[in-house]
């Protein structure tokens, strides 16, 4: 069993950058793949990147690729998004999740068992 809380969502103006948390709490926290996706209104939920096992292995959607980077701290239970050169588009509500997805499946929130509430993230032009 996993729960995870969000947090660093805000305001922002575009070119600049924010830094998400999320806390987890739970066993073998190390072990699970951690995931972001974000959802803006009226649209689905989209993939943003992951981060699988130890941490040295993340994928990432090719919309935000080369602007945010997912780490993680193990030892304090709390995965990251650094997101830089934020664009207008990439507003909406940013959700962390945690599961053991299989091969091939990271991309997909029913891949996941463990979600956070989810931030606000609003990047003005």
């Known amino acids: 069993q996993v729960q995870l809380v969000e947090s660093g969502g805000g305001l922002v103006q575009a070119g600049g950058s924010l830094r998400l948390s999320c806390a987890a709490s739970?066993?073998?926290?190390?072990?699970?793949?951690m995931g972001w996706f974000r959802q803006a209104p009226g649209k689905e939920r989209e993939f943003v990147g992951v981060?699988?096992?130890?941490?040295?292995?993340?994928y990432y959607a090719d919309s935000v690729k080369g602007r945010f980077t997912i780490s993680r701290n193990n030892a304090k239970n709390t995965a990251y998004l650094q997101m830089n050169s934020l664009k207008p588009e990439d507003t909406a509500v940013y959700y962390c999740t945690a599961g053991r997805p299989p091969a091939g499946s990271s991309r997909s929130p029913a891949a996941f068992d463990y979600w956070g509430q989810g931030t606000q993230v609003t990047v003005s032009s």
């Open positions: 981060s699988r096992w130890s941490g040295t292995i993340t």
């Open positions: 739970g066993r073998t926290f190390s072990s699970y793949t």
